[in-house]
Nanobody, 125 residues
């Protein structure tokens, strides 16, 4: 089992920035996909950004141009840098891992096997 733990959430003003991190308990596999999802109250979980072991990155339209996803292989850490935050970015953010790369559907939550407990991001006006 791989355990994921998110960090970095908090309260930020509209237009501000925040960086989320997700640390894995151990190395997972040679081929993988890592992603960030979010869920606001009363809404379905939605994919935000993803990357995989073959170098592909994917962003939701709402995240393009504002969010950056990156990985620190030495520390098994996944980062999400969020800039120009908007009120609608308020949500619980989760990192997720699946032990394969490619195959599309990078932002489909049903394809991910491991999940962190989440970290809350609140954007205030």
């Amino acid at each position: 089992q791989v355990q994921l733990v998110e960090d970095g959430g908090g309260v930020v003003q509209s237009g501000g920035s925040l960086t989320l991190s997700c640390v894995a308990s151990r190395y997972w596999s040679k081929f993988y996909s890592l992603a960030w999802f979010r869920q606001a109250p009363g809404r379905e979980r939605e994919g935000v950004a993803a990357l995989d072991s073959i170098g592909l990155t994917t962003f939701a339209d709402s995240a393009k141009g504002r969010f950056t996803i990156s990985q620190d292989n030495v520390k098994y850490r996944l980062n999400l840098e969020m800039n120009n935050l908007k009120n609608e970015d308020t949500a619980m953010y989760f990192c997720a891992l699946r032990d394969f790369s490619g195959g599309g559907n990078y932002l489909d939550a049903t394809t991910y096997k491991y999940w962190g407990p989440g970290t809350q991001v609140t954007v205030s006006s």
